[in-house]
T-cell receptor, first 113, second 112 residues
Framework: KAGVTQTPRYLIKTRGQQVTLSCSPISGHRSVSWYQQTPGQGLQFLFEYFSETQRNKGNFPGRFSGRQFSNSRSEMNVSTLELGDSALYLC????????????FGPGTRLLVL | KQEVTQIPAALSVPEGENLVLNCSFTDSAIYNLQWFRQDPGKGLTSLLLIQSSQREQTSGRLNASLDKSSGRSTLYIAASQPGDSATYLCAVYRGSNYKLTFGKGTLLTVNP
């Protein structure tokens, strides 16, 4: 069974631009979560989707948004990029409510110049 | 607000040693606790999941325990190997907010 895949793996953008990251969960998984990882703050929760519905959103500005499609694939978008958005963005999937093991993808490394 | 603390922040041991990593959390109303390892620049690999009703889980040389009432979990690694070198993260899942809350991790180095 294929694992969680994320594209692209690496991205370089400049301040003010916007970016879209993609996550394909493990087949059959309906819950997708996004996390931001930085050296200073560690892993912080961005949002969680289940059956195309956002069930929770972390404490991030409105520039961060996401969505989930009917095939459970998810995208997150960051508009008006800032230097502080440079981070590793990780996606995780689980079967349903997240009460099962959550499986993480390899991440997208975003560098904002 | 749930806070997760991992001690120590870094640990260096010689190969073959048994070791314990600690994780504590402030809100005992959790659904489960999960231990992960992360290699440099990579994603997270799930090691063990302990449901709130369980006391421990074992996988190979790894054993994780959970004491929900005291807000503590330990990850025991037996006969450590250089390949165990990584950052180990614990995370708690409350359920009602659909998110994992992570500790900052323990950086483990196993020296040959």
């Amino acid at each position: 069974k294929a694992g969680v895949t994320q594209t692209p793996r690496y991205l370089i953008k400049t301040r003010g631009q916007q970016v879209t990251l993609s996550c394909s969960p493990i087949s059959g998984h309906r819950s997708v979560s996004w996390y931001q990882q930085t050296p200073g703050q560690g892993l912080q929760f961005l949002f969680e989707y289940f059956s195309e519905t956002q069930r929770n959103k972390g404490n991030f500005p409105g520039r961060f948004s996401g969505r989930q499609f009917s095939n459970s694939r998810s995208e997150m978008n960051v508009s008006t990029l800032e230097l502080g958005d440079s981070a590793l963005y990780l996606c995780a999937s689980s079967l349903a409510a997240g009460t099962e093991t959550q499986y993480f993808g390899p991440g997208t490394r975003l560098l904002v110049l | 607000k749930q806070e997760v603390t991992q001690i120590p922040a870094a640990l260096s041991v010689p190969e073959g040693e048994n070791l314990v990593l600690n994780c504590s959390f402030t809100d005992s109303a959790i659904y489960n606790l999960q231990w992960f390892r992360q290699d440099p620049g990579k994603g997270l690999t799930s090691l063990l999941l302990i449901q709130s009703s369980q006391r421990e889980q074992t996988s190979g040389r790894l054993n994780a325990s959970l004491d929900k009432s005291s807000g503590r979990s330990t990850l025991y690694i037996a006969a450590s190997q250089p390949g165990d070198s990584a950052t180990y993260l614990c995370a708690v899942y409350r359920g009602s907010n659909y998110k994992l809350t992570f500790g900052k991790g323990t950086l483990l180095t196993v020296n040959p």
